[in-house]
């Protein structure tokens, strides 16, 4: 059965920081593009951030470019989110999604792409 499990989430106050983390069971997503998305109340998800199956392609949302780091382990299996200088606007429930396979850049943003999803850790920035 495949897994994907986020932790890391928490209340942090503002220009605070937090480091959120998912850990894949089941399967390897070594070969496969990975992505944050987030999902605030009353609002639709909404991608964060993505990382090519090597590590080497990254893209942001453009509210959190400059603030949020992605990053992968593939010998763990594991995928990472450091963020920084959070916002109040940053509150949501954060989601780990991996894809079957790799996928081009130009569409990474979309949330149909994925096929895997954690259940979600909720992150309140409080002002």
């Known amino acids: 059965q495949v897994q994907l499990v986020e932790s890391g989430g928490g209340l942090v106050q503002a220009g605070g920081s937090l480091r959120l983390s998912c850990a894949a069971s089941?399967?390897?997503?070594?070969?496969?593009?990975m992505a944050w998305f987030r999902q605030a109340p009353g609002k639709e998800r909404e991608f964060v951030a993505t990382?090519?199956?090597?590590?080497?392609?990254?893209l942001y949302a453009d509210s959190v470019k400059g603030r949020f780091t992605i990053s992968r382990d593939n010998a763990k299996n594991t995928m990472s989110l450091d963020m920084n200088s959070l916002r109040p606007e940053d509150t949501a429930v954060y989601y780990c999604?991996?894809?079957?396979?790799?996928?081009?850049?130009?569409?990474?943003?979309?949330?149909?792409?994925?096929?895997?999803w954690g259940q979600g850790t909720q992150v309140t920035v409080s002002s």
């Open positions: 999604a991996a894809a079957t396979a790799r996928i081009p850049a130009y569409v990474a943003a979309r949330s149909n792409m994925y096929a895997y």
């Open positions: 089941g399967r390897s997503f070594s070969t496969s593009t």
């Open positions: 990382i090519s199956w090597s590590g080497d392609g990254r």
